[in-house]
């Protein structure tokens, strides 16, 4: 008895290549989301931080292109800790403003307010960007100060690993198993890696600026010159391969 030729592709190179075309749309999805920060959220909020460095201090009535100061009262306190620590207080009184107010990470604030403390809140565009019990003063996430700075750095990472996952996926879609030279897998490797690294020192610079409370412009200017290199790196190599 003879088996006849089995025609098609072993199916360990099908679930391979499947794996590949997902790699691929979840880079696809990573690069619009990366993009979508950049063009819509970073140029709001480099505005809302330029707005709010140039404030001053209300005279007379206040308004919501100037700081004042309002007195609240807690009424409740949330604080999370583990991975993603941060909380929200919620206050209240006759000021605007009054409410839930979130917080990202813990500080000296959050974890020493209680409920009925009397505290006081600084007040930018009807929302509080400050509280305050006298002792200790934190930041709420209405805050605009570093939202560019994070706007960019996210956009930046979801850019790259987008990149790198479509990037890897069309090389591993392109080359057929047996055909495909040594060489290039190598380079598909070195390339995912170099990206990896770039990511790895924007994620770290994005970190670091942004808790010395550095505006963009400081970001850019030591991410660029490393992405600069990277893409002279990774040019140069491509052009040896192919000479």
């Known amino acids: 008895m003879t088996t006849g ?6 199916y360990s190179t099908r679930r391979r290549r499947a794996r590949d075309v997902l790699v691929g749309l979840a880079g696809l999805i990573a690069l619009l989301a990366g ?11 480099v505005a809302e931080e330029r707005a709010f460095r140039s404030a001053s201090v ?17 009424d409740s306190v949330d604080v999370r800790r583990g991975k993603q620590p941060g909380g929200w207080v919620r206050v209240s009184g006759p000021e605007e403003g009054a409410g839930r107010v979130e917080f990202s990470g813990l500080g000296d604030f959050l974890e020493s307010v209680r409920p009925g403390d009397r505290v006081a809140g ?28 994070v706007a960019a750095g996210s956009g930046i990472l979801l850019i790259l690993g ?14 057929d198993e047996r055909s495909a030279r040594p ?25 670091v600026l942004d808790g010395r409370d550095e505006d963009l412009g400081t970001f850019l200017a030591l991410w660029t010159p490393a992405a600069v290199g990277v893409g002279a790196f990774v040019s140069r190599r491509h052009l040896r391969h192919r000479t």
């Open 122 to 149: 600084t007040i930018w565009s009807g929302e509080v960007v400050v509280l305050s019990d006298g002792a200790a003063a934190q930041r709420t996430l209405s805050h605009p100060v570093g939202d560019p700075l």
């Open 183 to 207: 060489y290039r897998r190598a380079a598909l490797t070195a390339d995912a890696c170099t990206l990896a690294v770039l990511g790895a020192y924007t994620f770290v610079l994005m970190v």
């Open 35 to 45: 993009s979508a920060l950049l063009v819509a959220w970073l140029p709001h909020a």
């Open 5 to 10: 030729r089995r025609h098609g592709k072993p």
């Open 58 to 74: 209300c005279r007379g009535a206040p308004a919501e292109d100037c700081l004042y100061a309002a007195w609240f009262t807690v």
């Open 162 to 175: 987008g990149g790198t996952g479509t990037y890897v996926s069309w090389g591993r879609l392109r080359s």
